[in-house]
C-alpha cells in the first residue's frame, strides 16, 4: 500500500517487523533519480520495512523535522541542491536526529569518498547497483 504524505511516496510492508515489538522500521530512501529511488523502495518493502521515498535531501531533512520515528536513512551520494554527504552531516550534526544510521549509495566505487561517509558517521556505503543481500546485510547489522 502505498501513499502519498506531503510530496513523499509512503509505502507501508504488510505484517511485522524488527524493531520493538510488532513494530516495522521505517526507512527514509533518499535519492533524485525516480528510477533508483522505485528500485531501493522496493527492495525495502520486499524486505518488510515502512518506506518513504523522497527526491532530495531538502526534503529528506523536512520530513525528518515532521516525521521522527525513521529507524534509517538510505541516500545517493550524488543529488543536486544537497549530497548525500551533506545530509549525513546535517543528521549527525543535529541532536535530534544524531541517533538515525545513515547508509550512503553511489553508483561510482571511490575509496576516497566511501572512507570520508564512514568517518563522518554513515553506517555503510552500497554501491549500485544495490542488491536486495547488500540491503539484507546492512538492515540485519544495524537494526537488531
Not at 521522527?68 to 545517493?76: E, R
Amino acid at each position: 500500500m502505498a501513499s502519498i504524505v506531503g510530496g513523499a511516496v509512503v509505502a507501508a510492508a504488510a505484517g511485522g517487523g524488527g524493531v520493538g515489538v510488532g513494530a516495522t522500521p521505517h526507512v527514509l530512501a533518499v535519492d533524485d533519480s525516480s528510477v533508483d529511488r522505485a528500485i531501493i523502495a522496493a527492495i525495502l518493502r520486499s524486505s518488510r520495512f515502512r518506506v518513504t521515498a523522497v527526491d532530495s535531501g531538502k526534503r529528506a531533512l523536512e520530513l525528518l523535522g515532521k516525521e521522527p520515528d525513521v529507524s534509517m536513512i538510505i541516500t545517493d551520494y550524488w543529488m543536486p541542491e544537497m549530497t548525500g554527504y551533506e545530509l549525513l552531516q546535517k543528521v549527525k550534526e543535529s541532536s535530534n536526529l544524531k541517533q538515525i544510521p545513515v547508509v550512503i549509495m553511489s553508483s561510482e566505487n571511490v575509496q576516497t569518498r566511501i572512507s570520508r561517509c564512514l568517518e563522518e558517521g554513515a553506517e555503510d556505503f552500497l554501491v549500485k547497483p544495490v542488491r536486495a543481500s547488500d540491503v539484507s546485510r546492512v538492515f540485519s547489522r544495524v537494526l537488531r
